[in-house]
């Protein structure tokens, strides 16, 4: 399967907030920034951004959900924003990335508007200031 990466987030992590119950669930909050790179967008992530892990029971394992709207400019050049809902899991069985997502974008820019609905794949690399995100679409 080949793939076209579309969107590289470079995320800096805030400081998380962390709820753990008797059960052995625990839910962190993680607040984050950054900016984005790629060939068809340049931009930063708007004050908002969060990503919530649940792990446990409740999760199901070790889930994330990270939501989170970007502000720059496309491709040609026209001002425009792009929202992202990154759902996934972690696999201990991965060893290449951190963990794969299938991320959903909605987008105000009509040279962008093929990633509206468009089915992707989002994986998580460890990073300096916190994680990379990579988004791809399939060829």
Known sequence: MEREEVLRIHVT???????????????????FGGHATG???????LEGGVDTQIIGRYGGGHTLSA???LRGN?????ACEI???????????????????APRIVTNSKALSFLNGEPLIGEGLPAESGVEIRIYRTL
């Open 74 to 78: 496309d491709r040609d050049g026209q």
């Open 39 to 45: 060939p068809y967008f340049e931009g930063t992530v």
């Open 83 to 101: 929202y992202i809902e990154n759902n996934g899991t972690f696999d201990p069985a991965l060893t290449d990335v951190m963990f794969r997502t």
């Open 13 to 31: 992590t805030r400081e998380a907030s962390v709820l753990e119950n008797e059960e052995g669930d625990t839910v962190v909050m993680i607040p």
């Open 67 to 69: 939501r989170y709207m």
